[in-house]
């Protein structure tokens, strides 16, 4: 393989990553906008008092508690992706 066409796999490579980069990001903010909707359901739940149904009550608890896990996951993909894997291919020259 040629010089030439190690370089072109490179900037392939890059722009896979950064379409990458770009979906994890998308799709935090997706998984960040379910998470802000369990915590809403948890705090209606919690406005009717004495009256709270403990089953639904744990459901979306837990429900909440999946996505927020979601998102720091997806938070610490980025991360690795971007500072780990993306800045060292645009080192190669």
Do not use: P
Not at 57 to 76: F, G, H, I, T
């Amino acid at each position: 393989m040629e010089k030439t066409e190690i370089l072109q796999k490179i900037e392939a490579l890059k722009a896979v990553l950064k379409n990458a980069d770009d979906l994890i990001y998308e799709l935090r903010g997706v998984v960040l906008e379910k998470a802000f909707a369990s915590r809403e359901a948890m705090f209606g739940c919690l406005d009717k008092g004495k009256d709270i149904d403990k089953a639904e009550y744990s459901s979306v608890c837990q429900e909440n508690a999946y996505y927020e896990n979601m998102v720091s996951k997806l938070e610490n993909a980025a991360y690795q992706l971007s500072k780990g894997v993306i800045e060292n291919i645009e080192k190669i020259k």
